[in-house]
């Protein structure tokens, strides 16, 4: 990790759901922070910001899109350039089809694995460019899924995306290790957000059920007994990113409440 006063990450995907309560409890921990999402995303990204510095913590927006890689790059070159270094990368940013194969397009296909995949990749390789230069480590963070250890129904583009995130996760934590940078994923499972909510609405029209059966039938599945909270899923990721986790690399930490064991 960097030696220099100030500690910093990017998180992408930042504006709303995990990705926002990742960027306000890393802002919490001490870290500045880029709190990066789409152009379109712009106000809420901002949102965040005014709800970290209102915090008393330092934080900047950017305007990215994930699946364009020099756009990626820019971003990190301009987080390096304000804030002196990068520390943590996270890449948070996803998208969520729910269609069954025979419905699936080659558009919505690609765009998953552009957005999913390529994301991280992206996010992944320039992060590590800038940390191997600066020789003082680093810390990658992925967002996986529970679809990235076990393939869902209608999920076949979204679980696919996310078991190549994992694959990629365990090469990078081999090749980068010498360079004292780690890379581990996070794998949450129903979490109450507006991606969630897409799902339930995709979910239950096709079987002619109410809104909200398909995430309720989901919560009877969870041993702790509730949905999870973005805050549930940040947490892990602050520990990723601390101090207490630099022997821990190329794994996927499974946070859904006990739906799945790996």
Same mark, same amino acid.
């Given at each position: ?125 320039? %992060?590590?460019?800038? $940390?191997?230069? &600066?020789?003082?480590? =680093? *810390? !990658?963070?992925?967002?996986?899924? /529970? +679809? ?65 059966? %398909?995430?309720?039938? $989901?919560?009877? &599945?969870?041993?702790? =007994? *509730? !949905?999870?909270?973005?805050?549930? /899923? +940040? ?28």
């Amino acid at each position: 990790m960097s030696t220099s006063a100030v500690r910093s990450a990017i998180v992408t995907g930042a504006a709303s759901g995990i990705g926002r309560a990742i960027a306000v409890r890393l802002a919490r921990d001490g870290f500045a922070v880029t709190v990066a999402d789409l152009p379109t995303a712009g106000d809420a990204a901002q949102g965040v910001v005014d709800e970290i510095a209102a915090a008393a913590g330092t934080a900047r927006a950017a305007a990215v899109d994930v699946s364009v890689q020099p756009e990626v790059e820019g971003m990190v070159a301009a987080h390096v350039d304000t804030f002196g270094g990068l520390d943590v990368m996270v890449a948070n940013a996803g998208v969520a089809v729910t269609a069954p194969l025979l419905e699936t397009t080659s558009d919505q296909w690609r765009r998953t694995m552009d957005v999913n995949l390529a994301g991280v990749f992206h996010c992944y390789q320039a %992060a590590a460019r800038h $940390m191997v230069d &600066a020789g003082t480590g =680093g *810390r !990658l963070i992925g967002a996986a899924s /529970v +679809a990235a250890h076990r393939g869902g129904i209608w999920q076949g583009a979204y679980s696919a995306s996310k078991f190549g995130v994992r694959g990629l996760n365990q090469s990078v934590a081999q090749e980068l290790a010498p360079h004292g940078i780690t890379a581990n994923v996070y794998s949450p499972g129903v979490v109450h957000t507006p991606m969630w909510e897409s799902i339930d609405d995709a979910m239950t029209s096709r079987l002619g059920q109410p809104v909200g059966t %398909a995430m309720q039938s $989901m919560t009877q &599945a969870i041993p702790l =007994g *509730r !949905l999870e909270t973005p805050s549930d /899923v +940040a947490g892990v990721v602050s520990f990723l990113a601390s101090p207490d986790a630099g022997y821990l690399t190329g794994q996927s930490i499974v946070v859904d409440g006990g739906m799945w064991f790996s």
